[in-house]
């Protein structure tokens, strides 16, 4: 069976511009989160989607949006690029969206995305 | 803000040699998980423990959770140059939220 993809897998981008980060989930998963893991530190939580709706927020400016298809694939949007947002962006995906033994999060390799 | 909190931070050791990472936090979890994650690429999943004082073995790898469900350890028995990645707790947050948070990472190197 795949497992979680991401698309592209590196992007440039320069500071100001907009760019939108790619995850298809297991087959048969209908949750999807996103995490931004920046040089050296653990991933931080920046949103979850389940059956289409967002279901969880983390502490990121609305420059950050997301969306969930039909399909449970997912996009991540990140406006007005700054230095700052260069990090690798993985997502994850669990069957449902709870933090529990049944519902274990499997993530894609991520994109690693670069702000010049 | 709940924190998940690794130690140590890095830890470069040689094989064949014993070591415990821990993860600590205030905060009450419903579940752990603890992932290894390689450089360019996303964490895997390695346990997943959920009830208090519970202790799981995968080959070498020991993990245990706290009676309180607050902190959880790694512990990896006669290492090797294949267990070099950095290692991530991960806590469930309590039914309510949907979200998991992430320990700092324990960077690990084995040397043959």
């Known amino acids: 069976d795949a497992g979680v993809t991401q698309s592209p897998t590196h992007l440039i981008k320069t500071r100001g511009q907009q760019v939108t980060l790619r995850c298809s989930p297991i087959?048969?998963?209908?949750?999807v989160s996103w995490y931004q893991q920046v040089l050296g530190q653990g991933p931080q939580f920046i949103f979850q989607?389940?059956?289409?709706?967002?279901?969880g927020r983390g502490n990121f400016p609305d420059r950050f949006s997301a969306r969930q298809f039909p399909n449970y694939s997912s996009e991540l949007n990140v406006n007005a690029l700054l230095l700052g947002d260069s990090a690798l962006y993985l997502c994850a995906s669990s069957r449902t969206p709870g933090g529990d033994n049944l519902n274990e999060q499997f993530f894609g390799p991520g994109t690693r995305l670069t702000v010049l | 803000t709940q924190l998940l909190e690794q130690s140590p931070q890095f830890l470069s050791i040689q094989e064949g040699e014993n070591l415990t990472v821990y993860c600590n936090s205030s905060s009450v979890f419903s579940s752990l998980q603890w992932y290894r994650q390689e450089p360019g690429e996303g964490p895997v999943l390695l346990v997943t423990v959920v009830t208090g004082g519970e202790v799981k073995k995968l080959k070498r790898l020991t993990f245990q959770f706290g009676d309180a469900r607050k902190d959880s350890s790694l512990h990896i028995t006669a290492a090797q140059p294949g267990d070099t990645g950095l290692y991530l707790c991960a806590g469930g947050h309590p039914s309510g939220t949907y979200k998991y948070i992430f320990g700092t990472g324990t960077r690990l190197k084995v040397l043959a």
């Open positions: 989607y389940y059956e289409k709706e967002e279901r």
């Open positions: 087959s048969g998963h209908k949750s």
